[in-house]
């Protein structure tokens, strides 16, 4: 019911900045909140920043002060600014969406994006 698309990875030189997006499709309603993972090779996916419905934010302790959330409700955008960027910070990076799955419920789904590749190096 929800289709997530991001985009903006790129190559990016230490101490760079990005910007990513998530364009949201499909049934929008019910969303709880969105949030960025990321999976550097390697790795397993692991959480990097969320927005709830409401506007609070809650980020990863390794991007606290360099990475900022934010959506664009009405045009059903997700974004993750990227700055100060770091080697660490090369990763695939996913967009998620928490959706109710039916009104009233406390039941919730998780609708994840492809991703896009973000490579921080020299």
């Known amino acids: 019911q929800v289709e997530l698309v991001e985009s903006g990875g790129d190559l990016v030189k230490p101490g760079g900045s990005l910007r990513l997006s998530c364009a949201a499709a499909g049934t929008f309603d019910r969303i709880t909140g969105m949030a960025w993972y990321r999976q550097p090779p390697g790795q397993q996916r692991e959480f990097v920043a969320a927005?709830?419905?409401?506007?609070?934010?809650a980020y990863a302790d390794s991007v606290k002060g360099r990475f900022s959330i934010s959506r664009d409700y009405a045009n059903n955008m997700l974004y993750l600014q990227m700055n100060s960027l770091k080697p660490e910070d090369t990763a695939v990076y996913y967009c998620?969406?928490?959706?109710?799955?039916?009104?009233?419920?406390?039941?919730?789904?998780?609708?994840w994006g492809r991703g896009t590749q973000v490579t921080v190096s020299s």
């Open positions: 927005i709830a419905s409401g506007g609070g934010t």
């Open positions: 998620k969406a928490t959706r109710r799955t039916r009104a009233f419920s406390s039941d919730t789904r998780d609708y």
